[in-house]
């Protein structure tokens, strides 16, 4: 069953078409245009029955009103026609919707074999993807361009809900299982990614961007590491990149303003109160602690909620995020 028609003839005039519309973002992947023809499709179904219904009522309503005090109804028992009529043709279009959905479905969750195969990891409040064969971690998606992509999805925590809506794509993330996703874009460009599960107080902020890439700037990109190799650049220049794109900041300003953690700003050096009552010098060793074991050592007055970057972080990177903090300044040195 083909619908491709439906979507010019709908979408364009009412909405938008291609490029996003009223109530729609852009669709960009190949699936995209199946999810919409269907929501088009019961939208003005739905519509057009709702103003026959409701139509037909109040015309009843009027042309059958009572007349005079002492009009009494006439005596109408059924109409056979009528009634297989209104029973009959709702339920084949039910039976319509449901084969068409059913495919729809089933194209969006089994994944090709020939896909780019890519793990996602969801904690609060970030996500971070894996490359397995290529040993890259991120925090921003990127994809080749027409070609499908499969998400391993898991939490480390609690439940998180993995949505692009420019893919028309949601799952839920759960802790100990995997679930699967597959999309294949469509569009060069930036794309939103939301968390769409209540995951606590940071769940507005769980956001993150899905890249996609010509092949040939996917394959350099692959090559570079991911653009998190800092070829070219210092230690402290490298470590504010990845402080920016491995999310620290979501929680850590370098301001003083206090966010979910405590801000980084002259922190190097300075004695710090922890939470249970003792202290400790904040030098290399205690942050690369508080890097990859958080919650050894908590900062007085904030929660232990800040995820592990153990194995997220190369050696080099884990100096320069450290290098990075260093030179936010530096007390009693
Ligand atoms: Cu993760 Cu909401």
């Given at each position: 069953m083909s619908t491709t028609w439906i979507s010019p003839l709908l979408t364009t005039t009412l909405v938008g078409g291609p490029s996003g519309g009223v109530w729609m973002p852009p669709a960009a992947s190949s699936e995209a245009g199946k999810v919409d023809d269907l929501f088009y499709f019961i939208l003005y179904l739905s519509i057009f029955f709702f103003v026959l219904v409701v139509g037909a009522m109040v015309y009843f309503v009027i042309r059958y009103r009572r007349r005079s005090a002492g009009q009494r109804t006439s005596a109408i028992t059924h109409n056979t026609k009528l009634e297989v009529a209104w029973a009959a043709i709702p339920a084949l279009i039910m039976?319509?919707?449901?084969?068409?959905?059913?495919?729809?479905?089933?194209?969006?969750?089994?994944?090709?074999?020939d896909a780019v195969e890519i793990r996602?990891?969801?904690?609060r409040?970030?996500?971070?993807?894996?490359y397995p064969k290529d040993g890259i971690n991120t925090s921003e998606l990127v994809v080749p361009v027409g070609r499908p992509v499969k998400l391993t999805m898991s939490s480390v925590d609690v439940i998180h809900s993995f949505y692009v809506p420019a893919f028309r794509i949601k799952r839920d993330v759960l802790p100990n299982r995997y679930t699967v996703l597959w999309f294949q874009a469509e569009e060069l460009g930036d794309y939103d990614i939301l968390c769409a599960e209540y995951c606590g107080t940071k769940h507005s902020a769980m956001l993150a961007k899905v890249r996609v890439m010509g092949e040939r700037g996917y394959q350099d990109w692959i090559d570079s590491g991911g653009g998190l190799s800092g070829k070219g650049?210092?230690?402290?220049?490298f470590g504010k990149l990845l402080f920016k794109s491995k999310a620290c900041l979501t929680c850590h300003s370098v301001d003083g303003s206090?966010?979910?953690?405590p801000s980084l700003l002259n922190k190097y050096g300075a004695l710090e109160a922890l939470e249970g009552g003792n202290q400790v010098k904040v030098d290399d060793n205690y942050l690369?602690?508080?890097?990859?074991?958080?919650?050894?050592?908590?900062?007085?007055g904030y929660k232990p909620v800040m995820p592990t970057y153990a194995g997220r972080l190369k050696e080099k990177q884990l100096n320069a995020v450290i290098d990075y903090i260093k030179s936010l300044g530096r007390k009693g040195q």
């Open positions: 039976v319509g919707l449901f084969v068409w959905g059913f495919k729809a479905y089933m194209s969006s969750s089994v994944p090709p074999g996602v990891t969801a904690q409040w970030a996500w971070s993807f894996d650049l210092s230690s402290v220049a206090k966010l979910t953690g690369r602690e508080s890097i990859t074991n958080p919650n050894a050592k908590v900062v007085l």
